[in-house]
């Protein structure tokens, strides 16, 4: 057996819990552990991986062919588990995660969007017909589809999509077309050389009319040559600052037929004659579109929980300067400014994983509701997705960020793992609707939400808005809830404020939506309040029901841990809560206290903490992550397997340098 | 000529100043305009750099062997400047500067260490006689040195690095050696593959006794094959985040001898029977090592003016979403949430490039005193320099990745350049003192001068707090001056209130060095807000000297910008101005509506402001970005560069797909 650093095995004596309580704790209950190390053991010991040369040496077809590779080993382990019957998605969730997925591929999978886009939409948009025939084939992997709806052109703004579908009644085909060049379909996952069938979003036209966008299957490529089809350009989009596997492609579309039932026709159909019928609400797509903004809240945690277990052990390895004069140099960790930067991330960690948890039910529950034709909760869903989506994506991005720079300059090196991390999460602020976007969607919300606060009874989610304003604020209170509350009354006043300056606006002459646009600032700031109450709620329910259920050595951990996160965004809120409520200067000061209090009292249990976390070494993928904590010899290894070190090639020196050096060049 | 863009040439037309007369003042006069404009015709006209792939899709060989094609063409350059007579720091630190480095070579270069490290350091430690031996040769690229201080175990505690060079009067040589893991050598830039001489720093023993750390010339290649010599094992570090052009080594020694005038000298002499004489003051040694440091203040506007040239002219050309039903969609630059985002970092520009002028004169004027021993200013220009190089190289960053996000998915692409601006400029958070470690060293010195406020006359850029803290605070002022008071009383509190935490905890019986610590976060953050009140006292003073200069349409413009900038800060520190000043609530939200207006006010000049940087597209290397706008086109020119689309190679679709999709894998 490997010998542990003897810092880390300090810090594992430390420890005031059992981690493998935390674990479970963590996890939601042993049955989830079990299934999570089990599904991690077929994951990673079954197949031999590794190739010789770490991916990011390798050119891009290499690297292409290398993703490939192992994508197919992973797809086909997820044939195999749908072969057994475990299909739920909840099953292809827990697979498909980064946690597995990002480990093996390193940088994503050309592959994923088959799984997570183009079977729910197959599924949502299909009509019965539809998905038993293309349903099978799908979970085979017979063909591998890609979702191509963005354009060069149009993103956030779908009604402005330029691609056109028009049918052809002498035929019975569409006729699929890139009529201008920002039409062309970008940035669809596996779509560059992976994928030879794509979901293509297009405005429909018929008779002459158009019908707005839809989707249609299209093949892209030949089932045995791989060859695009006639009329079809595509290809990868170029090189990106992280997820290289996932293969993002283009598409342009040259008058390419495809048959009329190619088109998914749920909710809406063109018969034969080229007759356009719509047949069912479409707010019902809209429920299944969030589904991915969903699943991505639920996956941040997955790439911030490793991110602070590499900057974690590193820091109770790494030792520098001591304190006294020929003292012993300090762990990093022991620093209180390490600890500043670390202790909110492992905290954020636990909150995540609990809210996510919760909002998925939240998201199960409302879109089961339409599903069943109730719509009203819709657009309280719509929100809160949004919301929490911008939310989560851009504080795992920057915790994750400030693990990498905790690093030191071995933070920097690709061998660590966290710039692959941080390329990863850094694309979820703007992939499935950017993060700014998605805030003034929930501001929408919240300002309709707040016109009608007198006259209706407010969905849960916003039902604290009511409360706090008819209640007002009397006291500032030093506690878990006392914080809640605060921040309940800041995402008030400061929604009422986006609504007396929209008023004031619009009263003085101005149209909405230059009023809106001039807002549109504090109206950011004001859903982002509101995602920060609904964030502090669920993790504070989520959490004592946890504790209900934990030993008192593992409860209060937890409860330090729940602690730390809402001083933590007071702290944050602090402007707000000094402009808004009567929290006064000695009580901010006292909650700085709590804070680095909270900091002192967790920092025995850090190392405890992340080792709950139960990442195997494999999916960690770091240098100075492993659980063994041998830093610096798996540095020096990792920088041998460099192809500059491997071979003796001096043919740069002799080309260039040595010319130079004789001022020949 | 190529057609621009119709949206950007209607920015163009609105600007309400003289691009040309605004270009002047920024590079701060008519000279520094056509110098600048001349090297950048130089560098960019005279060679063929492009060698059809773009580097980012080479494997790492290829790459390296590209990036010392180019950097031998960008240094021969350099030599012949140096022919011509132009050697001068300036000259020099132009040249070298990313604003062209980076340009011509995508991702830094192995040799700028040879002249930004090695040749300061032989002029500055070195002895006349060995200056008069290594200068010349060093000049001419006759040998490539790399500069190896940091080690795997230790960076920033200087004192506790391993390496050991011990004198051996029999053969009147040093040995140096790497007696464990931790003391290898790491990040030496150019050491990996390129450079053939290092300049190692190492614990110096002679007769028995450790003199602690000096440098040492190193030959550590073969001059003719490029052999690493006996007892060398040297190689590249492996994979980085960005910079992967600048061949950062590891250096482990096994017994190496060097001749004894291989020791730089001018401070302490080993004569030839091991004695060791010291002869002039270490802080001498200790002005030269801060050079680095405002270089790289002075180096941060070059990567931010790009990324925001690009980020702004993007979003002049992208449209997305119209505010009212059917009408044309918006420029993203008309939305106020993008105005927010990308005109603070315009004005960021303007207040680096000038305060980094101030930065770079005060170095100057202090370091000469220095050389005349005249030492007295020394601390102050230390705790200068680390706060100025910590908050100036975060604010980039910050800024830079804000830029890249602002531009959405496009900012993720690698064709954008913006992330490997983001690569380059985090880099400097971490390189030449890691910033939280600086902010520290920072506080050390204002706790210090606290201590002393009474008693001593305070040096000039603290002189402040006296002031602050004798004349206490009347009255909140909104204006330029108003603000700057306001981050001085701040500051001043801030400081104050560590000195009492500090006291407290020490009289309570606790030992400085824990005091300290727990007081660290702390003392952070009052080293910030003091680096806040340097900042902007000298981009007001700066900025008021230039509107001086300035046409009345120009000078109302930078004005604009001082004041954004001002405004900026002041919301940042709101908390701290609305505990420490008698600033009101109403008063918070009257800066909070001139920031709005400043932004509403600068709108129609953000194009002509990046403009006036006047980068060309040669050196912004950007599909979003360029002069003429043509964002759309240039995506797809850069896409069918990807190799994955020269050719039609489907080798991973035949061994892996394929085999997959049919159930065989």
Same mark, same amino acid.
């Given at each position: 057996m490997t010998k542990v650093n003897p810092d880390l095995q300090r810090e594992r004596q430390k420890c005031t819990f059992d981690v493998e309580e935390m674990t479970v704790l963590y996890d939601g209950g042993e049955e989830k552990t079990a299934q999570r190390r089990s599904r991690a053991s077929v994951m990673v010991s079954n197949v031999n991986y590794y190739n010789g040369v770490p991916e990011y040496y390798l050119g891009s077809k290499e690297k292409h062919e290398e993703s490939i590779r192992k994508s197919v080993i992973i797809f086909g382990l997820v044939r195999k588990m749908q072969q057994e019957g475990r299909t739920k998605v909840t099953d292809f969730r827990h697979v498909l995660q980064c946690l597995l997925g990002s480990a093996v591929t390193y940088d994503g999978t050309s592959m994923v969007l088959h799984y997570l886009m183009v079977m729910p939409a197959i599924i949502s948009q299909g009509t019965e017909e539809?998905?038993?025939?293309?349903?099978?084939?799908?979970?085979?992997?017979?063909?591998?589809?890609?979702?191509?709806? +963005?354009?060069?052109?149009?993103?956030?703004?779908?009604?402005?999509? %330029?691609?056109?579908?028009?049918?052809?009644?002498?035929?019975? %085909?569409?006729?699929?077309?890139?009529?201008?060049?920002?039409?062309?379909?970008?940035?669809?996952?596996?779509?560059?050389?992976?994928?030879?069938y794509a979901i293509v979003v297009a405005q429909l036209y018929t008779k002459g009319k158009c019908h707005g966008v839809h989707a249609f299957i299209v093949q892209i490529r030949d089932e045995e040559t791989h060859h695009p089809l006639p009329g079809i350009k595509v290809g990868d989009v170029g090189g990106k600052l992280g997820l290289e596997a996932v293969n993002n492609g283009f598409l342009v579309l040259d008058h390419v037929r495809i048959p009329r039932n190619h088109m998914l026709m749920k909710h809406a159909q063109v018969l034969e004659d080229g007759t356009y019928?719509?047949?069912?609400?479409?707010?019902?797509?809209?429920?299944?579109?969030?589904?991915?903004?969903?699943?991505?809240?639920?996956?941040?945690?997955?790439?911030?929980?490793?991110?602070?277990?590499?900057?974690?052990?590193?820091?109770?390895?790494?030792?520098?300067?001591?304190?006294?004069?020929?003292?012993?140099?300090?762990?990093?960790?022991?620093?209180?400014?390490?600890?500043?930067?670390?202790?909110?991330?492992?905290?954020?960690?636990?909150?995540?994983?609990?809210?996510?948890?919760?909002?998925?039910? +939240?998201?199960? %529950?409302?879109?089961? %509701?339409?599903?069943?034709?109730?719509?009203?909760?819709?657009?309280?869903?719509?929100?809160?997705?949004?919301?929490?989506?911008?939310?989560?994506?851009?504080?795992?991005?920057?915790?994750?960020?400030?693990?990498?720079?905790?690093?030191?300059?071995?933070?920097?090196?690709?061998?660590?793992?966290?710039?692959?991390?941080?390329?990863q999460v850094t694309a979820a602020c703007i992939y499935e609707g950017e993060n700014t976007v998605m805030l003034l969607q929930t501001a929408r919300f919240l300002l309709k939400t707040w016109q009608r606060i007198d006259s209706h009874t407010l969905p849960p989610t916003v039902a604290y808005l009511k409360m706090a304003s008819t209640e007002g604020f009397t006291k500032w209170e030093k506690s878990a809830t006392g914080i809640i509350r605060g921040l309940q009354v800041v995402a008030m006043r400061k929604i009422s404020a986006c609504a007396a300056a929209m008023e004031k606006r619009v009263s003085s002459g101005m149209s909405i939506e230059d009023a809106w646009n001039l807002s549109s600032v504090q109206l950011v700031a004001a859903a982002e309040a509101h995602g920060r109450v609904v964030l502090a709620t669920y993790f504070y329910e989520g959490a004592t029901r946890v504790i209900a259920k934990a030993s008192s050595s593992a409860g209060v951990v937890l409860r330090q841990l729940l602690e730390l996160y809402l001083v933590y965004w007071a702290l944050q809120s602090l402007v707000d809560l000094l402009k808004y409520t009567n929290i006064s200067g000695r009580d901010a000061e006292e909650l700085q206290a709590w804070y680095e209090e909270l900091l002192v009292q967790l920092r025995p249990n850090a190392v405890g903490l992340v080792d709950a976390f139960d990442i195997r070494d494999e999916m960690l993928h770091s240098t100075l992550g492993s659980y063994d904590g041998r830093v610096y010899e798996r540095l020096m290894e990792e920088a041998l397997k460099c192809p500059l070190n491997k071979e003796a090639d001096y043919s740069a020196f002799h080309k260039y340098l040595k010319p130079y050096m004789q001022g020949k060049l």
């Open positions: 539809q998905q038993a025939y293309w349903l099978p084939r799908a979970w085979n992997g017979t063909f591998i589809g890609s979702f191509a709806q +963005t354009e060069l052109g149009h993103g956030t703004f779908i009604r402005g999509l %330029e691609t056109t579908a028009t049918y052809d009644p002498g035929t019975q %085909e569409f006729v699929l077309h890139s009529p201008t060049l920002t039409s062309t379909k970008w940035w669809a996952g596996g779509l560059g050389n992976t994928a030879n019928v719509k047949s069912s609400d479409s707010k019902l797509i809209y429920a299944t579109m969030l589904f991915m903004r969903v699943v991505i809240v639920f996956d941040m945690v997955n790439y911030l929980s490793k991110a602070v277990t590499i900057a974690t052990r590193y820091s109770a390895v790494r030792r520098q300067t001591p304190v006294r004069q020929d003292g012993p140099e300090l762990q990093v960790l022991d620093y209180l400014t390490q600890q500043n930067k670390l202790l909110i991330t492992i905290s954020t960690c636990y909150c995540i994983k609990i809210i996510s948890e919760i909002h998925w039910d +939240t998201y199960d %529950e409302i879109n089961e %509701e339409v599903a069943n034709g109730k719509l009203d909760r819709l657009p309280e869903l719509h929100a809160l997705v949004c919301c929490l989506k911008a939310i989560v994506t851009s504080d795992t991005a920057h915790c994750v960020e400030r693990c990498r720079l905790a690093c030191g300059g071995y933070g920097y090196m690709l061998s660590s793992f966290l710039p692959s991390l941080y390329g």
